[in-house]
């Protein structure tokens, strides 16, 4: 198995009490310890080696997601479909051990029957069933209170990558490769159950797309890269709908809605519904919080996957949490967006403690934009004080470990080697724009790898429903 990339969302996957280890070299290794009362995977140890034995495992594990859904005759006859036994009904698998199964995507143009039948992606489980089915695989069980009952001698462990969150998992294959996302918790596994499939240079369709609907906006920050107005125009209600369209084909699995000022687009709650509807999970970026006043707001919570509070220097954290505590909304949904370049060292040291004070986690750092007018503040006198954050941003970031902090392309492009020296894993680190995403200007119908590089953007046609997807196929992933 190989994973290419991982991007935790709001929550990030436990270890598994049951370990799933693949050999490189030979081994010898037999089942071992399997209790009879039963297919009883639970704190026990066994060692299940052989392929039956293996095979009876996945029918357990298949058992425990399908039977959420169906009464156990249904779930029987699917089993018996995919693997050609029948799981044991009285059977189980350790909660902490469940692995995920994503939900086949709804597509009109390539039905499979046996998706339509049980829900679950059939070309997945037929992956791992032959990834399972490999003899240098072993799985072992037993309880983690136990003195030498885990798993701890030569070979990969997997079973942490095979273990997803099961509501809301989603999946698209390319090549040899699974993109596995969690509608939920937002987190991202890229993996492949080959030992050497092909280099995933691209994806063949974004994962994500950051989209701009509104070019209005009454803050006026100096930094302000899209160089948002009072006068900016809002993007037309009929071309989000033809955009989502496109994007559904494309299977988008979100969509990060920015401004301008979003929340100010009068039609902000449909937009939000239509990406929904249209299986694509849609968060946005804000500035204010007079939207979280408003008698829609728990419908925009519920609808949204996420939001982020974007924090200039002249905003105030308290003002923002306060209205969450007072709506009674979820904070485990809200981000802080932190545009590097805004803030000096001592107020984001104290912006740190706030966010933690206030029951925050969760903070997105933004690399300085020098584009918009965001180019123009970057030449005045006096910013020196607020740029040079590469001098102080890993010293502080060390000493913070407890917060969930993220960085985006441009960031980890000028801060690398830093965030390398702080722990940061490689495949937490993207420095390329077109590569899994790109963005799209509903305003003025423009297309692009990301919205910081104007001069690359490219009209698109709103009602040609192949538009958006030819461009990405001609885009070049670019370095920021
Ligand atoms: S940076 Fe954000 S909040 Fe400030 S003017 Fe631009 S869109 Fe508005």
């Known amino acids: 198995m190989k994973i290419d990339n991982l991007r935790l969302g709001f929550a990030t996957n436990s270890s598994s009490k049951h370990s799933v280890i693949i050999f490189q070299d030979g081994h010898d290794h037999k089942d071992d310890l399997i209790e009879t009362r039963g297919e009883m995977y639970g704190w026990e140890k066994f060692v299940l080696a052989g392929k039956e034995s293996k095979k009876r495992y996945l029918a357990q594990q298949l058992n425990e997601t399908l039977k959420e859904n169906f009464n156990q005759n249904v779930v029987d006859a699917i089993i018996k479909d995919l693997l050609g036994i029948k799981p044991d009904a009285q059977g189980y698998i350790d909660h902490q051990s469940r692995w995920g199964f994503p939900t086949a995507w709804p597509d009109n143009t390539q039905l499979n029957p046996h998706n339509i039948i049980c829900g679950i992606d059939h070309e997945y489980v037929m992956d791992m069933k032959k990834y399972l089915y490999d003899s240098r695989l072993v799985i072992f069980g037993g309880n983690d209170n136990e003195e030498g009952s885990k798993y701890d001698g030569p070979g990969e462990r997997v079973s942490d990558w095979l273990k997803h969150e099961q509501d809301d998992l989603v999946a698209r294959k390319e090549g040899s490769w699974w993109i596995l996302f969690n509608q939920v918790s937002g987190a991202k596994t890229v993996l492949s159950f080959k030992d050497n499939p092909e280099k995933r240079i691209r994806a063949e369709t974004p994962e994500l797309v950051d989209i701009s609907i509104t070019d209005y906006c009454n803050k006026g920050c100096d930094y302000c890269y899209k160089s948002s107005t009072k006068q900016g125009e809002h993007a037309k209600l009929d071309d989000i709908y033809y955009i989502a369209e496109q994007l559904k084909d494309m299977k988008v699995f979100e969509v990060a809605i920015g401004g301008g000022e979003p929340t100010a687009h009068p039609d902000f709650l449909k937009i939000l519904k239509i990406f929904r509807n249209s299986g694509i999970v849609p968060s946005f970026s804000t500035g204010s919080i007079s939207w979280l006043r408003d008698s829609r707001c728990m419908e925009i919570i519920d609808t949204c996957g996420a939001f982020a509070y974007s924090m200039g ?168």
């Open 313 to 480: 220097r002249k905003d105030k954290l308290q003002q923002f949490t306060t209205a969450l505590v007072y709506h009674y909304i979820p904070l485990n949904k809200a981000y802080v967006h932190i545009p590097m370049g805004t803030i000096t060292n001592n107020s984001f040291k104290q912006l740190l403690l706030d966010v933690e004070r206030f029951g925050l986690s969760n903070i997105v750092l933004l690399g300085y934009k020098r584009v918009g007018r965001g180019a123009q503040l970057l030449n005045r006198v006096g910013y020196k004080e607020y740029y040079p954050y590469k001098d102080w941003l890993a010293k502080i970031l060390r000493k913070n470990s407890r917060l969930n902090i993220s960085f985006d392309t441009v960031l980890i492009s000028e801060m690398q080697k830093d965030l390398t020296k702080i722990g940061t894993p490689r495949m937490l680190m993207h420095t390329m724009e077109g590569e899994t995403s790109m963005y799209v200007d509903a305003v003025s119908l423009q297309v692009g790898p990301s919205s910081f590089q104007p001069d690359l953007l490219k009209p698109f046609q709103q009602h040609d429903r192949n538009s958006l997807r030819s461009i990405w196929d001609s885009m070049d992933r670019v370095s920021v």
